[in-house]
Nanobody, 124 residues
């Protein structure tokens, strides 16, 4: 079992930055690939970024490449999403997810554990 708790969301002006953090419980955290997803009102949950168990492999949604960076610290059971140059279209609830595999996926259904989400609002 893995429990995930996100933090770091908030209200920011366009062009600003936020850093989301996901704290995970469980001694096997390092064996899980981790992902960040987001869901805007009236839209389906969307892949944002993912990272492999070791941190060596990462993948991003095209629209966030060069602006967002995912990282992990297995010693601290933490995954971060650094978001720079934020745009109003980045507004959504952001979710952290853990996949019971060392390798990441872009598909929400392939993740086994989810956090409760944290709201990110970018004003224009």
């Amino acid at each position: 079992q893995v429990q995930l708790v996100e933090s770091g969301g908030g209200l920011v002006q366009a062009g600003g930055s936020l850093r989301l953090s996901c704290a995970a419980s469980g001694r096997t955290f390092s064996s899980y690939a981790m992902g960040w997803f987001r869901q805007a009102p009236g839209k389906e949950r969307e892949f944002v970024a993912a990272i492999s168990w070791s941190g060596a492999g990462t993948q991003y949604l095209d629209s966030v490449k060069g602006r967002f960076t995912i990282s992990r610290d297995n010693a601290k059971n933490t995954v971060l999403l650094q978001m720079n140059s934020l745009k109003p279209e980045d507004t959504a609830v952001y979710y952290c997810a853990a996949r019971g595999s060392p390798y990441y996926s872009m598909y929400p259904k392939e993740y086994d554990y989810w956090g409760q989400g944290t709201q990110v609002t970018v004003s224009s």
